[in-house]
């Protein structure tokens, strides 16, 4: 679908967020990338993250905020939400889902607004009890089209939630091609990782293994970026250990700043985008075999089991062990990504499927 082919589709893009995280960055890359076929707005429940919210006005998005639907359903909200989505006029509504049931109370307003929608799935955490399936199969339903990040998300989406596979379109997450980072001098290793700060992404397992890597006298630094309800015990964890937890880190170039390896050790995701931009920068990769990060990677990375920190620091030791093969390591990384994961390929099968869904296909 190109610009100029046809008036500018009116999309809506509901997320309920406190954290920012890879979800975030794909809905800010609809936003930036779609302009032209889409004219695109942004409801935001609050409180919000400020750096999606200011990001987007300031391409020019109108942004409203709403009142966060907590896990009680309050019917007052819900049609609040939905007068809000009816006020922008769209033609179709895009709900941003981290889960498949964080945000399902956006889908319920968008189908009582009665507007076509169509949801994002990002993470393949399990739906919950059979009572909360029973209402999230419902909702899914009534979607034009469900885009699933990674294959583990396609299959929770099909078994569990029972969407037809017909309905399902497997749309993997894309980034833009980045500088390539070089190796910075220096006898200590800066191990980077990102993302929310919650169980499912395993930063306890990193600073267990970190202790592991102190303990053999091997140098290491570590930097965590990134906010949420783990920063208190993540804290206390890596109180005497060279472990930096920066917060949320907007900008790129300090993100990745004096990075030696990225590593990843999460229990639990699909797709994430944190990966394919350390791969797009040429670092050598280090991450739990969830999802479909092994596949992602191939044999460019190395990959260990989730939720085991020996392994992990064993894995991260070989690679800073050998520069010259994480320096190869990180180039075959770069090459798989601009290969496989491009951001223009992901905007334009998402802008296809926003066109389909309107001629009623």
């Not at 409801?43 to 006005?57: K, Q, S, T, Y």
């Not at 030791?317 to 496989?340: F, I, K, N």
Request: with cysteine; net charge positive.
């Amino acid at each position: 679908m190109r610009a100029g082919a046809r008036p500018p589709m009116r999309v809506a893009y509901v997320v309920d967020t406190s954290a920012f995280g890879g979800a975030e960055v794909y809905l800010q890359q609809l936003l930036r990338a779609s302009r032209g076929v889409v004219e695109p707005s942004l409801l935001a429940a609050r409180p919000g993250v400020a750096a999606l919210e200011n990001g987007a006005r300031a391409l020019g998005v109108p942004v409203e905020s709403f009142s966060r639907i907590d896990r009680k359903l309050d019917v007052g909200r819900l049609y609040a939400l939905a007068r809000a989505i009816s006020r922008r006029r769209p033609d179709l509504v895009h709900v941003n889902m981290t889960t498949a049931t964080n945000n399902r109370y956006a889908i319920a307003a968008a189908l009582l607004a009665r507007v076509p929608t169509v949801a994002t799935v990002h993470s393949p955490v399990a739906v919950g009890t059979p009572r909360h399936t029973f209402f999230l199969r419902g909702l899914f339903a009534r979607l034009r089209a469900v885009i699933a990040v990674s294959r583990a998300v396609h299959k929770v989406v099909v078994e569990d939630l029972r969407v037809p596979p017909a309905h399902v379109h497997l749309i993997a997450n894309g980034v833009a091609d980045a500088e390539p980072l070089s190796t910075p001098p220096g006898s200590r290793a800066r191990i980077v990782a990102l993302g929310r700060l919650e169980r499912e992404k395993g930063f306890d397992v990193l600073i267990a293994a970190t202790r592991m890597l102190a303990e053999r006298a091997i140098p290491v630094e570590v930097v965590i970026c990134g906010e949420g309800r783990e920063r208190r015990a993540l804290e206390e964890a890596s109180r005497d250990l060279p472990v930096t937890l920066p917060g949320f880190v907007a900008d790129a170039a300090q993100r990745w700043q004096g990075a030696h390896v990225f590593c990843l050790p999460s229990r639990l995701e699909g797709l994430p985008l944190s990966l394919l931009e350390a791969m797009t920068r040429a670092l050598p990769c280090v991450a739990s075999d969830v999802g479909d990060v092994g596949e992602a990677l191939g044999a460019a990375g190395k990959t260990v089991p989730p939720d085991d920190p020996r392994a992990l620091a064993d894995a991260i030791a070989s690679v800073v062990a050998d520069p010259d093969r994480a320096a190869a390591m990180g180039a075959a990384a770069r090459a798989r990504a601009l290969a496989h994961h491009s951001v223009d390929a992901m905007i334009e099968r998402t802008i296809d499927l926003y066109a389909a869904c309107l001629q009623g296909r």
